[in-house]
């Protein structure tokens, strides 16, 4: 991998001691610092490349009118071997990630940010007005992807409907596992399975 790509496209890690082996990909150092305003993903079908080119385009145009977006191919699950499919299935990924032929990413970020530190302080203004410019960004890739979903990983903190967009349908048999496993539903995380119910309270005696 490492001699088989430009070298500018990876950064080393230049620390003493440290293996030839420990290297990433370099546009994801200004990840280091960033204070996100605003990141929202939507899985593709491969239908809309395939059947409905000129709409897909129009969408991803109007898209770009409020905000940049990226496609990445490699994270569609489209056209994976049938093996793997069969194993991935299994998992609790969502479905629609299956006939994927890309994920859509958009995000506003601020560089250096970090909130709490003076001088470095996050531009809040400056930052909500990005995250509405996201947000309609994506509404005409919503609307050309019902029923789709967006991935858990790199996704709107305020997701619409999470928990079809994150897991699909296999949400209700996760739920179903998580109150079988955690029937005080005391491990909760922002939009994880469960969370939408509140914890189990002790009553003092």
Same mark, same amino acid.
């Given at each position: 991998?490492?001699?088989? *790509?430009?070298?500018?496209?990876?950064?080393?890690?230049?620390?003493?001691?440290?293996?030839?082996?420990?290297?990433?990909? $370099?546009?994801?150092?200004?990840? #280091?610092?960033?204070?996100?305003?605003?990141?929202?993903?939507?899985?593709?079908?491969?239908?809309?490349?395939?059947?409905?080119?000129?709409?897909?385009a129009e969408a991803l145009f109007? +898209?770009?009118?409020?905000?940049?977006?990226?496609?990445?191919?490699?994270? *569609?699950?489209?056209?994976?071997?049938?093996?793997?499919?069969?194993?991935?299935?299994?998992?609790? #990924?969502?479905?629609?990630?299956?006939?994927?032929?890309?994920?859509?990413?958009?995000?506003?970020?601020?560089?250096?940010?970090?909130?709490? #530190?003076?001088?470095?302080?996050?531009?809040?203004?400056?930052?909500? +007005?990005? $995250?509405?410019?996201?947000?309609? $960004?994506m509404k005409p890739i919503r +609307?050309?992807?019902? *029923?789709?979903?967006?991935?858990?990983?790199?996704?709107?903190?305020?997701?619409?409907?999470?928990?079809?967009?994150?897991?699909?349908?296999?949400?209700?048999?996760?739920?179903?596992?998580?109150?079988?496993?955690?029937? *005080?539903?005391?491990?909760?995380?922002?939009?994880?399975?469960?969370?939408?119910?509140?914890?189990? #309270?002790?009553?003092?005696?």
């Amino acid at each position: 991998m490492v001699g088989r *790509g430009p070298p500018e496209t990876i950064c080393r890690d230049d620390r003493p001691g440290q293996p030839a082996r420990n290297f990433w990909w $370099a546009a994801n150092q200004f990840e #280091v610092s960033w204070y996100l305003d605003a990141y929202q993903s939507r899985w593709i079908p491969r239908s809309l490349f395939e059947e409905s080119p000129d709409a897909l385009a129009e969408a991803l145009f109007d +898209a770009s009118r409020h905000w940049a977006a990226e496609l990445h191919v490699n994270k *569609g699950l489209w056209g994976m071997p049938p093996d793997a499919a069969e194993r991935e299935r299994a998992t609790s #990924v969502n479905p629609a990630a299956f006939d994927a032929a890309a994920l859509l990413l958009m995000a506003s970020f601020q560089e250096h940010a970090f909130p709490g #530190v003076p001088g470095h302080e996050p531009d809040r203004v400056t930052g909500a +007005a990005n $995250a509405l410019q996201v947000g309609e $960004a994506m509404k005409p890739i919503r +609307a050309i992807t019902p *029923g789709s979903g967006s991935y858990l990983n790199e996704t709107d903190y305020f997701e619409p409907d999470w928990q079809h967009s994150f897991w699909g349908a296999n949400y209700p048999r996760l739920l179903e596992i998580k109150r079988s496993r955690d029937p *005080g539903n005391l491990l909760r995380v922002h939009h994880g399975v469960g969370s939408e119910s509140p914890p189990f #309270v002790i009553a003092e005696t």
